[in-house]
């Protein structure tokens, strides 16, 4: 079966660090994807991870250990608009994508 | 770089009413795509994918179908709409590279 597990929700302060987790289990792996999604609109990409290791973009890092199946999102500097939902999805190395649920993420002033 | 087009962008339908989605894609050639439902507060559910002109894989079975009848054109139908049919329709295009999906602006669909 596909699986894919992230916080429901977290909150951090304005100019802090947010480590946003994700753990996959799924029939076939061929790269990991975040995005970004602010409410009412649709998702926008943010990183893709296929091989361990760090990918870092600006403020945005994401990281993937494959053989733990495990991979987060790291932000850092953060800033009110980052306030969003952030997805983590699988490439299931075919036809689909699987999607987690999204961890809905709240920065303070 | 690639621009999906999604219309209507807000519907409200009675239940029991049919139901016609339209995505179109613009910059890419035979690309895969997909249509998603997001119910509100909640992850995104993958409905239909699809290879190519005609070709259709249905992840979850219901009252919802889907056509490809040109490359780069994904419609999703229904003959007669469920209350629980509401949510917010995105369709997406993977990209060229096979690295990423990039996803049109949604429909918002409220069934009454």
């Known amino acids: 079966g596909q699986n894919i597990d992230q916080p429901t929700e977290m909150t951090a302060t304005e100019g802090a660090i947010v480590q946003i987790n994700c753990t996959y289990q799924?029939?076939?792996?061929?790269?990991l994807f975040w995005y970004q999604q602010h409410a009412g609109e649709a998702p926008t990409f943010l990183s893709y991870?296929?091989?361990?290791g760090l990918e870092e973009k600006g403020r945005f890092s994401s990281f993937l250990s494959r053989s733990k199946g495990y991979s987060y999102l790291l932000l850092k500097e953060l800033q009110m608009k980052d306030s969003a939902s952030y997805l983590c999805?699988?490439?299931?190395?075919?036809?689909?994508?699987?999607f987690g649920p999204g961890t809905r993420l709240s920065v303070l002033p | 770089s690639q621009t999906i087009h999604q219309w209507p962008a807000t519907l409200v339908q009675p239940v029991g009413s049919p139901l016609s989605l339209e995505c179109t894609v613009e910059?890419?050639?035979?690309?895969?795509l997909y249509w998603y439902r997001q119910a509100a507060g909640r992850g995104l559910q993958l409905l239909f994918y699809?290879?190519?002109?005609?070709?259709i894989s249905s992840e979850v079975p219901q009252n919802l179908s889907a056509s490809r009848p040109q490359d780069r054109q994904f419609i999703l139908s229904s003959k007669k709409l469920l209350l629980s049919d509401s949510g917010f329709y995105l369709c997406?295009?993977?990209?060229?590279?096979?690295?990423?999906?990039?996803f049109g602006p949604g429909t918002r669909l409220t069934v009454l």
């Open positions: 997406a295009s993977e990209g060229a590279g096979g690295d990423t999906q990039y």
């Open positions: 699809s290879i190519g002109i005609g070709q």
């Open positions: 799924t029939s076939g792996f061929n790269g």
């Open positions: 991870n296929v091989l361990d």
């Open positions: 999805a699988v490439d299931n190395y075919g036809q689909n994508f699987v």
């Open positions: 910059g890419t050639s035979n690309p895969n």
